[in-house]
């Protein structure tokens, strides 16, 4: 039914940058809060950033602390597109990153209804 779509990922060395994009059917119209999410090789999927959007805005932005600072989330309504700037890239940024739509605005994987396939980001020298 839905469908998300995840463009970006790759190799890059520590203090590198990546752009991730996610497309999707009515993005900011459909859903109250759009973001990503990234599972590490061994660990559980976490929250990375999130939009909060109402009627096609967005409204704020929030980040998990481990990010904060380094990486910036953003979007195109007419494009129906969201983008994850990440910047001065580490190691332990290395996973498997993953958009996600649904209704809750929070970092918990638990408020996302839909999600994309997956897009590997690996940094390292």
């Known amino acids: 039914q839905v469908q998300l779509v995840e463009s970006g990922g790759g190799l890059v060395q520590p203090g590198g940058s990546l752009r991730l994009s996610c497309a999707a059917s009515e993005f900011f119209l459909n859903y109250n809060s759009i973001g990503w999410f990234r599972q590490a090789p061994g660990k559980e999927r976490e929250g990375v950033s999130y939009m909060a959007t109402t009627d096609g805005r967005t409204y704020y932005a929030d980040y998990a602390d481990s990010v904060r600072g380094r990486f910036a989330i953003s979007g195109d309504s007419a494009k129906s597109t969201i983008y994850l700037q990440m910047n001065n890239l580490k190691p332990e940024d290395t996973a498997v990153y993953y958009c996600?739509?649904?209704?809750?605005?929070?970092?918990?994987?638990?408020?996302?209804?839909?999600w994309g396939q997956g897009t590997q980001v690996t940094v390292s020298s």
């Open positions: 996600a739509a649904g209704y809750r605005n929070t970092l918990r994987e638990d408020g996302y209804e839909y």
